[in-house]
């Protein structure tokens, strides 16, 4: 089963928590904070597998999730980390994280960090002073990323066959490469686009044929929505014609057609090297349609094929290997593939809104982040927590507000009651 578009939720691991503990020895009555760090949560990658041609797996698992760190252990040992989760997808795939386009992923191995893990907490040894020897501070393991993910298969191939249904395609396909798409004599016999490795004299190439083409197919109309896309990367387009017409229409009817929906669907794909194919040219009415085709068609490269007999494919071969042993280029803006450089854009410490209960909203990544890894079961941790926020100005802008002793106020998942000694 071909599926090219898959949503998925990714949460990187979270970190450990930091241990509180001290030194207990014989004859060391001193022996001071020894509570140490927690791992780091895992991270998620995705990575490009060659061997890979579908998001199926991927469909049957919307979310996943990186290892957590562990806990800091007594005498200073730290955690360990958690292990990364490495998400293996078809070359070719763009990735969207939260909308937006984060990468593309075209090389085999290649990998990219998609979410973070969390950092881990920081044991009590770590907050030990001159002034604050014994310290019972320790932070919880900060949360791990989360994103919502939509990946998009676009197929890397170096020729792609577009054409009416029927045109003769998946039979071209499966004569020139070791590719068996399913063939009859009906419309839509290929519901999924099929890739073949062809071997021409030494020379090898990659083709793609792309079902689903009819008119009206950039409006979403038959299969042609779902697999035009798998176009855009290919290097060289053969259009191949059924020299007896397709639904009643006469060859140079079709293959108008087929450009126009090329056309609307984006204005990039005609500028790509065309070579038009009249297929099943054994026909006994084809010489007639073929005289008639050729008139019509002017400044394209044509070949008169039998896909069945194989009559003129070795012609046509020759000129693909030709085509692409040139140096082709390509418009980057054809397909979304530069991903934008982001600005940065100042983000205050805190914001302070108010919503229709009156309780006073903080948020900011900062606050927020302070509060997720704050134990405030110590009584050291929830001294050191008001601290932060007083210094940080959070009191007086509370004030400043109109904020009054009672109040409630709620950062993240938090709620707590404001007076200047809370804050």
């Not at 578009?5 to 060391?28: H, P, Q, W």
């Amino acid at each position: 089963m071909f599926i090219d578009k898959v949503n998925i939720f990714l949460t990187a691991g979270r970190g450990g928590d930091g241990c509180i503990s001290f030194r207990r020895e014989k004859y060391v009555p001193y022996g001071g904070p020894n509570g140490g760090n927690g791992g780091k949560g895992g991270d998620i990658y995705f990575e490009g597998d060659p061997h890979k041609t579908t998001l199926l797996d991927l469909s049957y698992r919307p979310k996943f999730n990186a290892e957590d760190g562990c806990k800091g252990l007594p005498s200073d040992k730290f955690g360990k980390y958690g292990k990364d989760l490495i998400i293996k997808i078809p070359l070719g795939t763009l990735v969207f994280k939260n909308g937006e386009l984060f990468a593309d992923i075209k090389i085999a191995q290649e990998r990219v960090l998609v979410v973070k893990g969390g950092k881990g907490g920081r044991g009590n040894a770590s907050f030990k002073t001159g002034r604050h020897t014994a310290p019972r501070i320790a932070e919880k393991g900060q949360p791990g990323e989360t994103a919502e993910i939509n990946l998009e298969l676009r197929l890397i191939a170096d020729v792609g066959f577009v054409g009416f249904p029927n045109a003769g395609k998946s039979t071209l396909l499966s004569k020139i490469s070791a590719a068996r798409p399913k063939i009859a004599d009906y419309p839509f016999t290929t519901l999924s686009p099929n890739l073949g490795v062809v071997d021409y004299k030494g020379k090898s190439f990659v083709a793609a044929d792309i079902p689903g083409i009819i008119e009206g197919a950039h409006e979403g109309k038959g299969l042609g929505l779902e697999f035009l896309r798998h176009i855009r990367r290919t290097k060289v387009l053969l259009h191949i014609v059924d020299v007896s017409g397709f639904d009643d229409k006469d060859p140079y009817t079709s293959y108008k057609i087929i450009n126009n929906e090329l056309k609307k669907y984006s204005k990039y794909i005609l500028k790509k090297q065309v070579i038009v194919v009249l297929n099943k040219i054994d026909l006994p009415s084809a010489d007639k349609h073929s005289k008639k085709f050729k008139k019509n068609l002017k400044n394209k490269k044509l070949f008169e094929i039998s896909a069945a007999t194989g009559l003129g494919i070795d012609a046509l071969l020759k000129e693909i290997v030709r085509m692409l042993s040139k140096a082709i280029a390509f418009n980057p803006q054809e397909e979304l593939e530069v991903i934008p450089v982001k600005k940065y854009i100042y983000e205050p410490e805190f914001k302070i809104t108010v919503d229709e209960n009156g309780v006073f909203v903080v948020t900011g990544s900062k606050v927020q982040t302070l509060t997720e890894m704050t134990k405030f079961n110590e009584d050291d941790s929830l001294r050191r927590y008001q601290n932060i926020l007083k210094k940080m100005g959070l009191e007086i802008e509370l004030e400043r507000m109109g904020a009054e002793s009672g109040d409630s106020v709620r950062i993240g998942e938090f709620e707590f009651i404001f007076s200047q000694q809370t804050f």
